[in-house]
């Protein structure tokens, strides 16, 4: 089965400033993933997903992601933090494709944004 | 924008007590799932559900729990005799099709259940 590992527990950056959450994939198949994000209060909503069709993945909000094979990373990135990128973010990985098995996410990262 | 809903957003329950949590799916998603989050823990995979029976479920999803499509709206979660460690934030998602490797999971805002 797949796993992630979301490398930072907490990240804080000031608003204005470049946003970096970093996650890391195990997997000895073509993975799928994903990044969502779970604002207060509010359900878990997805930004980008990565599926072999490129690796520099576009997301909503200004968000961007790399897949990168040789270093097992997924990372999530934004040019320029805004107040309302405050929120927890989940690296997501998925199935093997076929089947309705479930998605396996990490443990979270709590972005902080510094005014 | 399409949305799944889930109520209630908060239960309170006396441990051994049933509950029922209810989710209604984006209309044309095929495929429905349970998610639960307990407080400061990974989100965890429950149960997946297509074709009016469950496709795929992890060891937590054992004989306490059920689902169910009652009414070809609402997805139900049932949790018999609660215990205090299925207190969490429970999760409803639906996809339009087999999630694999392409399929965007649309989650709804979670209910809360505290069990005490």
């Known amino acids: 089965a797949q796993s992630v590992t979301q490398l930072d527990s907490h990240v804080s950056v000031s608003e204005g400033t470049p946003v970096l959450l970093r996650c890391n994939y195990s997997?000895?198949?073509?993975?799928?993933l994903f990044w969502y994000v779970q604002h207060p209060n509010k359900g878990l909503q997805l930004l980008l997903k990565?599926?072999?069709?490129?690796?520099l993945v576009k997301g909503i909000n200004g968000f961007e992601a790399e897949f990168k094979k040789s270093e097992t990373s997924f990372h999530l990135t934004k040019p320029s933090a805004h107040m309302s990128d405050a929120a927890e973010y989940f690296c997501?990985?998925?199935?093997?494709?076929?089947?309705?098995?479930?998605?396996?996410f990490g443990k979270g990262t709590h972005l902080i944004i510094q005014p | 924008e399409p949305e799944v809903t889930q109520t209630p957003s908060h239960q309170v329950t006396q441990m051994g007590q049933e509950v029922i949590l209810r989710c209604v799916p984006i209309?044309?998603?095929?495929?429905f799932y349970w998610y639960r989050q307990i407080l400061g823990q990974k989100v965890e995979f429950l149960v997946s559900?297509?074709?009016?029976?469950?496709?795929?479920k992890s060891e937590i999803f054992d004989d306490q729990f059920s689902v169910e499509r009652p009414d070809g709206s609402n997805f139900t979660l049932k949790i018999r005799s609660t215990k205090l460690e299925d207190s969490a934030m429970y999760f409803c998602?639906?996809?339009?099709?087999?999630?694999?490797?392409?399929?965007?999971?649309?989650f709804g805002e979670g209910s809360r259940l505290t069990v005490l």
């Open positions: 998602a639906s996809s339009e099709w087999d999630r694999g490797n392409t399929g965007e999971l649309f």
């Open positions: 997997s000895s198949y073509s993975p799928s």
């Open positions: 990565y599926t072999s069709a490129a690796t």
């Open positions: 997501v990985g998925g199935g093997s494709g076929g089947g309705a098995d479930g998605l396996t």
């Open positions: 209309s044309n998603h095929l495929y």
């Open positions: 559900f297509y074709n009016n029976e469950i496709s795929e």
